[in-house]
Structure formats: C-alpha cells, structure tokens
C-alpha cells in the first residue's frame, strides 16, 4: 500500500521540524485500449484508538546530571504509561474481497491478512542498542480514492539521546498492538536474544491480544529518544519530552555560563555549473568535536540534522533543505558526511551560493557553516511554433469537501516554449479558495517542462519544454480550501498558444 509507505518513510520518524505528506489513498487503474475499467477502489485511513497505553519499566538513566531537566523523571512517568495511537488502512476494492488491513505501530507497517499477518517495512523502534518511541495525538479519518496531505507536526520532543540501563531485571517495553504474535515473529523482534533484535526479545508471545511486551537485555546500555507527533488536531497540555535535553552551557568565568558551540561543517563538493534539468550532489563533513578557538570546545554531542539554503533566501533553522546521513548516522555519531541530490530547476538562474549548517543533539545549530557556488545557465530552448489547434480533453477533477488538492490533465498540441493557461477565476471564492495553493506536476513528457500558479490571476500556466503531440499533462494544486457545500458546482476554462480552448465543470463531494 503506496501511500501508507510512503508516510512511514517521509514523516514518521523523530523530526523537529513541521512537514506536511501527501499520499494516495484508493488505487488507480492504468488506461485500456479495447476496454473500460471499473471505478477507481476508494481507501480507508484512520487512527486506531487502544485501551493500552505505551510503558517502560525498570530502566534509568546513567547520566542525568547531563541534562537540564533529570530524564529520570520522565522514565517515572512511563511507569505510568502514555497513550498513543496506531494508523489502519483499509483499501474498498470494487470485486476483490480478501484486501489485507495495512497498519502502522510503532514504526513497524505490515500487511493484515485473515490468517497471516506480512512484514512491509520492518520497525524502528528498538535498532540494536538505539530506541525511538514516537507517541501520536489526534484523530484522523480519511476516506476517499483521491491523493490528501496529512499535516503531522512534532507536538513534543524529541528528547536529547538519553543513556538507559536496566534498574533491576531486563527492560520492559508494554506496547499497543493489533497482532502480538507478529512482534514476537523473529521478522521482528524474536522470541529471543539474538533471534530478530540482537538484545531485545518477547518472552511471552500471545499473553495479551492487545498488547505485547518486549524486554531489552540486562547489562547493556541503550539509548534512548521519545518524540509525540500530532495529526488532525492533536494536541498536548504540557511538554514533557521537550525539556529533556542536553545541558547547554559550561561555566564561563565573568561572563557567567557560555552555550558550546554548534557543529562546524567542511563542504566536500566543488562548484558546480549547471543546465535546466542538470542535478548534482553536495555533500559535507559535519563536526561536533573539537576547539573553535584556543580555549573553546564544541559541544561534542550526536549530530541530530543537517541542511542547505541559498544564500539571500534562508528560511530559518531547522526550515531549510534537509540533508541525508551518508557516512555515519544522526544521533548516533559525532562526526558524519551528509548528502543531498540538489535540481538546477530548484535554483535560480545565475550564481546560488548554497550554504550547509549542522545541528547537534542539544538543539544547538552551529555558526561555522561553508558554502559551494551553483551556476545555472539558461537551456537552449527556442520558441517553436504552436501545433494546430485540437481537442485537449481538458478534466478539472471533483474535489471531496474535506480534500485540500485538486488535479487538472490535458492533452495539448503545442509547439516548444508555448504556454497553456488553466483559468481559476470562476470557482475562486465561491467553491474553492486557491489562494496560497501550490502545484506540481503528476504527469509530464519532459523533466523541463514548467508549471507555475498565478495567484494575481488565478490562473496555472504551463509552459512546454519541446513540442507536444497529445501527451498527457497531469497538475495538481495542493494547499486550497473548500468554501463551498457538497453538490456545488463551478467550472475552469482551458486555453493554449496553438488557439485550443477547452473548459470542464467540476463538483464538491462529500
């Protein structure tokens, strides 16, 4: 099930920073020449509510004079127990009766079958001796066959990485399940030692049908990090995870206490100049150790992010272009290489100077940041001339009450350079407001191929990269609202360069 894997990978894991997913739900049939499909299956997406809440037991921190606030506290609190919640997904096929149930626990999403239950994507929760709780809040029901953007945001946390041990016996881990037997399955955990996780197992598989109980093995020393993510509405009184972190300072002499410094980082790439389509790869070494001057240490904590911005246009910490770990891992090393893959189409023409930042696991961003030079040149694309004028099969497609996107194809014949212009202005206002929508191709024949919102206008331009002979243009504007009621109606009007005009009537659901 695409969309719920794709929500895992994005946006389920321990971030600091607020990222909305877009995914699919439903499944859509590619087009037949000699026949007709049925209806597109529609799909199910929820919030699963259990009676059990998520526990550790017997477990405290080896080094709480480290933190601001003693971590112990927190593992107090978990005695107790906090609520979460797990994600189901439930496809409607139109004739096939025997769809597995695909769910979401604790990082682990598997497909639920009626007499077996199948791994898709294994969990995170307990990766050796690194252990990451992500609670969830809110309450979140999707229904639809239509592509929606989930809104997750990291209410609380995440925790500096918190040394654990066990205070007495094995650590228990109590947490909410919809199959015990699966967690137990060595695919996962293992009944155990050594069988799935090499130091955790599940002693007794099968004891409860909603909840399962993994121990962690006396003698190590874990680390551990908790984090509470929000969907539609969730929310939290009290921040519980957040104050648990890293003491900042050192003690500074007249001055009183001084932060630590942040991450240095050393950008590995050389300069680079670049086409419309071209892409290349930046990469950096980030540091949290070592002297910033002759007395000044850095803070010598786990690198927790990495980013990059173009000079001029920097959004803020921790809101810029994430980077990925390539040599090392966040939150485990202090020294690592970090990666990303940057598009000409992503930067301005001319010269961008891309500058990378490290943070480190105190929340610390680091001023020694550094730099690599991008030089986009223009791509040779003459004007061609417009095709002959045609039937575009313009489709402005309905749009559920709840939904927040709606996608727009066509099949133009246009020459290189030509613009096609999908006109808004009638349902502005009244059924949808676009204003601060965003668009994006779903569909396109080249990767140079433009689309940008007019939002003065109302109007989506498009702009051809080569001639196009009836290929299928597929756009989607996310980020809108629906003003109007189930059974509203409006309509779009199309019009291109080769003289094509074309309109389509659309209509709010429920």
């Known amino acids: 099930m695409r969309s719920v894997e794709r929500v895992e990978e994005g946006d389920y894991e321990i971030v600091s920073e607020h990222r909305p997913v877009r995914v699919r739900i439903g499944a859509r049939y590619p087009a037949r020449l000699a026949a007709l499909n049925p209806p597109d299956p529609s799909g199910d997406l929820r919030t699963i509510d259990p009676e059990t809440k998520f526990v550790i037991r017997d477990a405290k921190a080896t080094t709480p004079g480290a933190f601001d606030n003693d971590p112990n506290d927190l593992l107090d609190d978990f005695e107790d127990g906090f609520e979460t919640r797990l994600l189901g997904y439930q496809p409607g096929y139109n004739e096939y009766q025997e769809a597995p149930e695909t769910n979401f626990e604790h990082s682990l999403l598997y497909n639920q079958f009626r007499d077996t239950d199948l791994v898709v ?24 066959g239509q592509a929606i953007t989930l809104d997750p945001e990291t209410l609380d946390g995440p925790t500096a990485p918190i040394e654990i041990e066990a205070a007495n016996d094995n650590i228990e881990f109590t947490i909410p399940t919809e199959t015990p037997e699966l967690w137990a399955s060595e695919d996962v955990i293992g009944e155990e030692f050594d ?8 002693p007794t598989p099968g004891a409860e049908d909603d909840r399962v109980t993994i121990e962690l093995e006396a003698g190590e020393t874990y680390q551990l990090r908790v984090a509470r993510v929000g969907f539609d509405g969730g929310s939290v009184d009290d921040e519980q995870f957040t104050p648990v972190q890293y003491e900042r300072t050192e003690p500074g002499g007249e001055g009183g206490d001084e932060t630590l410094p942040g991450p240095r980082v ?10 419309e389509g071209d892409t290349f790869d930046i990469r950096a070494d ?14 010598g904590t786990t690198i927790q992010a990495a980013e990059w911005y173009i000079q001029g246009d920097d959004p803020g910490e921790g809101n810029a272009n ?5 040599d090392g891992e966040y939150l485990n090393d202090v020294e690592l290489e970090v990666e990303d893959e940057i598009s000409a189409d992503d930067l301005e023409e001319g010269t961008n100077t891309l500058v990378i930042r490290g943070q480190d696991s105190r929340g610390v961003w680091g001023d020694d940041t550094d730099s690599v030079k991008a030089t986009v040149e223009e791509a040779d694309f003459p004007p061609g001339p417009p095709g002959p004028p045609g039937d575009v099969n313009f489709v402005a497609n309905d749009i559920e009450i709840n939904n ?15 613009e096609a212009i999908i006109d808004l202005s009638s349902a502005q206002g009244d059924t949808i407001n ?37 290929d299928t243009i597929e756009i ?14 409006s309509t779009v009007d199309y019009g291109d360069d080769s003289g094509a005009e074309d309109s389509d009537a659309f209509e709010i659901t429920d």
């Open 286 to 299: 980030v540091s949290s150790v070592g002297k910033t001057g002759e007395d000044n240490w850095r803070g």
């Open 121 to 144: 994507k294994d969990q995170r929760l307990i990766n050796d001796k690194r252990l990451n709780v992500v609670l969830f809040s809110g309450d979140l029901s999707r229904t639809g």
């Open 266 to 275: 050393d950008v590995n790439s050389d300069d680079e100049s670049l086409e």
């Open 404 to 418: 927040d996107s709606q996608t727009f194809s066509f099949e133009p014949e246009m020459g290189n350079n030509n």
């Open 476 to 489: 989607v504007i996310n980020g809108i609202n629906v003003v109007g009621n189930v059974g509203d109606a």
């Open 322 to 326: 994430p980077m990925e770990a390539v």
């Open 434 to 470: 676009y204003t601060g929508g965003e668009v994006e191709f779903l569909q396109q024949s080249n990767n140079n191929d433009r689309v940008e919102y007019d939002q003065e206008n109302d109007q989506i331009i498009f702009t051809a990269r080569g001639n196009k002979g009836g």
């Open 195 to 202: 069988e799935g996780e090499p130091h955790a197992r599940v």
